[in-house]
């Protein structure tokens, strides 16, 4: 039985809510209706895409986690945190981070995901780069999706120090590795 537009809408406001991860092909397969239908009734109920979901939810999770910066400092998205642990960021590389003449990605963006990173799994209120040694090993394009993965090695609250390893990826790919030593504070 074909249910009404209004009743749709309303399971549909249910639906998302309860499993805001859902993608809009299993919510068409679902309600039994085309993708596009389903994106039309998000966009009159004014519910985002589902990249734009995760994005809030992440936001909403993270802002409470991380202590060492606000998330805006952020470069690329953080999409895992564990502090002292590990964390994982995405950075879309789009015309602004690139040299116009080559499309290559200007280093200092990738340095800037890795870093932010490396201060953002920090569990302390007060997290700085001490130095860095790090490695760039691909030129990555426009278009290309860098992923960086940051684990924590070491920590030694009473010498106040932190050893974050930052890899990032485009694809299996490593594009850029670094060893961030990070001062934190001792009281931590």
Do not use: C, W
């Not at 960086?148 to 790919?173: F, H, I, L, P």
Request: aromatic share 4%; proline share 1%.
């Amino acid at each position: 039985m074909r249910r009404s537009k209004k009743e749709r809408q309303k399971l549909l406001q249910q639906t998302i809510k309860s499993t805001p991860f859902i993608t809009d092909e299993e919510l068409a397969g679902k309600f039994g209706v085309s993708i596009q239908t389903i994106r039309l009734d998000r966009l009159e109920l004014s519910i985002p895409e589902l990249r734009e979901r995760i994005k809030n939810v992440a936001e909403q999770t993270l802002d409470d986690e991380v202590k060492s910066l606000s998330l805006d400092e952020v470069i690329g998205e953080i999409i895992d945190l564990e502090l002292d642990g590990q964390a994982i960021s995405i950075l879309e590389v789009r015309r602004e981070h690139v040299f116009s003449r080559n499309q290559i990605a200007r280093g200092h963006h990738l340095f800037a995901q890795a870093n932010s990173l490396a201060v953002a799994v920090i569990d302390d209120e007060l997290a700085l780069t001490a130095s860095a040694n790090i490695r760039f090993t691909r030129q990555v394009k426009e278009g290309e999706r860098v992923v960086a993965k940051a684990k924590v090695t070491a920590v030694e609250k009473e010498k106040g120090r932190t050893v974050v390893e930052v890899n990032s990826y485009v694809g299996e790919e490593v594009v850029f590795s670094g060893s961030f030593d990070m001062y934190r504070s001792k009281q931590s």
